[in-house]
């Protein structure tokens, strides 16, 4: 499955934006599917991740409250809704897909994923 990422952009704190990650490929549903970030100068990190069906979702405790991972297989579209940004949410935003794991896995274990998207750029002034 490859991926697109998409709906950075700039954003004052405490506003919002929704984020997308469109696939090309016949087996979307077959992975489970996270978002990570990487800001100037860190590691990447573990944003967010939903299961196969969308029965689970997972956080990083940054985010947690402040963010809600969604995905909808027909449309082959994951989402990373953002609000009440922080100007450390700043950061490139990546979609991932995990071919491992369970049905209902929700992994936050970066090499636990491949086929990255390009990333979209989130900027959060202060």
């Known amino acids: 499955v490859q991926l697109q990422a998409s709906g950075g952009g700039l954003v004052q704190a405490g506003g919002s934006l929704r984020l997308s990650c469109t696939a090309s490929?016949?087996?979307?549903?077959?992975?489970?599917l996270g978002w990570f970030r990487q800001a100037p100068g860190k590691e990447r990190e573990f944003v967010a991740a939903i299961s196969r069906g969308a029965d689970y979702t997972s956080y990083a405790n940054s985010v947690k409250g402040r963010f809600t991972i969604s995905r909808d297989n027909a449309k082959k579209t994951l989402y990373l809704q953002m609000n009440s940004l922080k100007f450390e949410d700043t950061a490139v935003y990546y979609c991932a897909a995990n071919p491992g794991g369970s049905y209902f896995s929700t992994s936050s274990v970066i090499n636990d994923y491949d086929n990255w998207g390009q990333g979209t750029q989130v900027t959060v002034s202060s």
């Open positions: 490929g016949p087996t979307f549903s077959s992975y489970g």
